[in-house]
């Protein structure tokens, strides 16, 4: 199977604790919509980033998340 890149929006939101913790994934058709679909998210929880992944989901061989952009606060180990 040749490759797939996913668009992803990912919230995050603020634990008991005040540690950024992440949401529920959700998954878009193209860069634009993760894009506004983070954004959304950003207005309703601490923050929000949109990424793509690319690779074989057949062979579950995947390259690293590249981070479109970050809306709010999110955690500074995400790269």
């Known amino acids: 199977m040749s490759d797939v890149t996913y668009y992803v929006a990912l919230p995050f939101v603020a ?10 994934a959700r ?20 923050g929000a980033i949109a990424f793509s992944r690319t690779g074989d989901p057949s062979a579950g061989d995947f390259a690293p998340a590249v981070i479109l952009a970050r809306f709010g606060e999110t955690p ?3 790269e």
């Not at 634990?15 to 529920?24: I, K, P, R, S, T």
Request: net charge negative; hydrophobic share 40%; charged share 25%.
């Open 15 to 24: 634990n008991e604790e005040g540690d950024l913790v992440a949401g529920e």
């Open 27 to 46: 998954d878009y058709q193209n860069s634009q919509a993760a894009l506004r679909g983070a954004r959304s998210m950003a207005a309703v929880s601490a």
């Open 76 to 78: 500074n180990e995400v």
